[in-house]
Nanobody, 119 residues
Framework: QVQLVESGGGLVQPGGSLRLSCAASGSMFSIDAMGWYRQAPGKDRELVAAITGGGSTNYANSVKGRFAISRDNAKNTVYLQMNSLKPEDTAVYYC?????????????WGQGTQVTVST
C-alpha cells in the first residue's frame, strides 16, 4: 500500500514563507512525476508545481518566482518552498505522485494540508 504523507502547512502572514513536505512510503519500484496541487473554497483543484523524475519543473503562472519545487529521490520526498505568500495562496494543498509498483504507473494523492495566509 503506497501512501503520501504531507506536512508543513499552517497559518502565515502575507509576505511570509512556508515549506511543505510530502513523503511517499510503501511498496514501489520508482516514482515518476511528483507535484503539488491546491484547492481553494469554491474553486477547482489546480496545479501549483510539478517536477519530473529527471528534475524538470513546471509552475503555475501565479506562483512563478515565489514558489520552488524540489525532490529528494533517496527519501522519496517532494518539497514546496513557498515565499512571498499572498492571501490568494490560501487553500488546501495536495501532494501528487505517479508511482510504479508494477508495469504501469498509478496516481496517488496525499490527504491535503491547509495553508492560510492572513493577518
Amino acid at each position: 500500500q503506497v501512501q503520501l504523507v504531507e506536512s508543513g502547512g499552517g497559518l502565515v502572514q502575507p509576505g511570509g514563507s512556508l515549506r511543505l513536505s510530502c513523503a511517499a512510503s510503501g511498496s514501489m519500484f520508482s516514482i515518476d512525476a511528483m507535484g503539488w496541487y491546491r484547492q481553494a473554497p469554491g474553486k477547482d483543484r489546480e496545479l501549483v508545481a510539478a517536477i519530473t523524475g529527471g528534475g524538470s519543473t513546471n509552475y503555475a503562472n501565479s506562483v512563478k518566482g515565489r514558489f520552488a519545487i524540489s525532490r529528494d529521490n533517496a527519501k522519496n520526498t517532494v518539497y514546496l518552498q513557498m515565499n512571498s505568500l499572498k492571501p490568494e495562496d490560501t487553500a488546501v494543498y495536495y501532494c501528487h505522485a505517479n508511482i510504479r509498483s508494477g508495469p504501469y504507473g498509478t496516481d496517488y494523492w496525499g490527504q491535503g494540508t491547509q495553508v492560510t495566509v492572513s493577518t
